[in-house]
DNA sequence: AAAGTTTATGAGCGATCACTCAATTAAAAA
DNA sequence: TTTTTAATTGAGTGATCGCTCATAAACTTT
């Protein structure tokens, strides 16, 4: 079987992962990486082909991290509108998800590549939309809780609680004032708790 | 007077911003502007000192831009709050204000430089308070006229209304069905409609 | 025309970019 | 131990980066 990796994978692609969504993928060096992961050039591309395809894992890595703390969050949640809500507001909270005060990377990706690296760009919508297809389950969550009208359209609020998130996570970017990052997020998490129905349990007409 | 300049320093400012604006700070290279602006580099470093430089003075003139735009769309609008409400609308309408279907140049600025070129993204969030101011101003105007509460706080209020925007341009960057933006803008908008106080010539207790 | 002044030119600067590969090293298998 | 196999190394690849500067060109003034 011959001589084992030194590094461990997983660990490398998760620093790759932090220096990539700090810098943005055009203002990141091999350079920076090989200082970063503490690899060689030659040992970074025999474990991750090109830079090009270890920015995809590491968004990959990003996606799957997110959808998996919103769903952890929702678990745990005295409700499913609550647990949107809430999650609004937990932004404002820990200074950020994870203690990383920046713009969702998949923003940041698509901000920065949509124009110069259209394959990154198409990766990172079809990411959007899972963590979009995520939120939409919440929703729907809440539809069968009774918290929503069964006319609610869970795609449609999934897109703009979406919008809010993104618009939040910039906020934070800009290390805008705590006070007023919670108001926006006081706000954005009002809106949703807005749409909690009257009456909670009427079947169809 | 001696040589005359050949070329027309708001046009090329003009080409650049556009350049700038679609592919980012570090994605453009100095070849893509000297193709662009069809200079020599010579000619470049003349006009206009060095890239980071040209980059203050395209967004600049961006900003400027904007201002004016927002600024006489609220002077023709029937209302200050339906003014407003209608800027987010508009983002929906045409593709886009101006036909650039895009982020704002500086949500695009600030995700692409703040870790990277400090003093761009400096000037950035200054230029985005300037805007927010413009959006609190046309909240006072509504507040003056009655279509708001005295106690409203406008500055709260723009600021939520940039995030609107900033939400709303990147769901244009995106280009997300025309269909589901219209419904975003349309919901943001009617955020803003909900403002409007029911007892419209109130004075202070 | 000649002198003076400013702009335009573009080859080329050193630095850095993403990336390669022949040589070396380290482990497992024989 | 020897052989086999794969991981590691880092100097070096050509390309491109932002940028410079000596020279040429174009205009006004004398």
Known sequence: MSRPTQYDR????????LIFWKKGYHATSLKDLEKGLNMKPGSIYCAFSNKENLYLLALELYVGRSVTRFQAHMDQAASPLTGLAEYLRGFARNGANGGAPQV????????????????????????????????????????????????????HLARRFQAAVTA????????????????LAEDLAQEIEALRSERPDIAHP
Chains 1, 2 share one sequence.
């Open 10 to 17: 997983e660990e490398a692609l998760q620093k790759a992962m």
């Open 104 to 155: 969702c990377m998949l923003t940041k990706t698509l901000v920065d590549v949509t124009s110069t690296a259209p394959e990154i760009a198409a990766q990172a919508k079809i990411h959007l939309k899972q963590i979009r297809q995520a939120f939409a389950d919440g929703f729907a969550r809440a539809k069968a809780a009774g918290e929503l009208s069964e006319k609610a359209d869970c795609a």
């Open 168 to 183: 939040l996570r910039f906020e934070l970017h800009l290390e805008t004032d705590q006070t007023d990052i919670a108001a």
